[in-house]
């Protein structure tokens, strides 16, 4: 995911910089992430993350802080898991369709397996999930 990020940051000559590394995946992560990347940019207004769970992190921050979300930030979240529509505001998110990736790959390892000729690139779809925090 990071690698598609850095790329589009050098096609769109974006700085670098914007991007804010956590150790983990859990809502913890996100919410020092949010401390760490708003010190470092203030003036920021939206923050992408790259997992649901983060995205609830970041708004308990911005909450905490009384940030008002979508107005003074946005943030948006990937998965498309129930933690988005358990927080406050609900997050929006990219529902990556993990069920019908998963399938896929198995699909995919079974042909290999099989000695079966295989696709080098497959593209999967994924919906943007539009909720309150954008």
Known sequence: TLYGFQYGLEEYKLAEENICELDGIGQDDGYLGA???LEMHPEIDAIICTEDLIA??????LNEKKIKIPKEVA???VNNSNYGKICYPKITTMNNK???TAIITGDTLIGVLKG???PHKILLDADIVE???T
């Open 75 to 77: 943030v948006v979240g």
């Open 35 to 37: 401390v760490k990347l």
């Open 56 to 61: 609830v992190g970041v708004i308990h921050y």
């Open 116 to 118: 079966d000729i295989m």
């Open 98 to 100: 993990m069920a019908e």
């Open 131 to 133: 909720r309150e925090s």
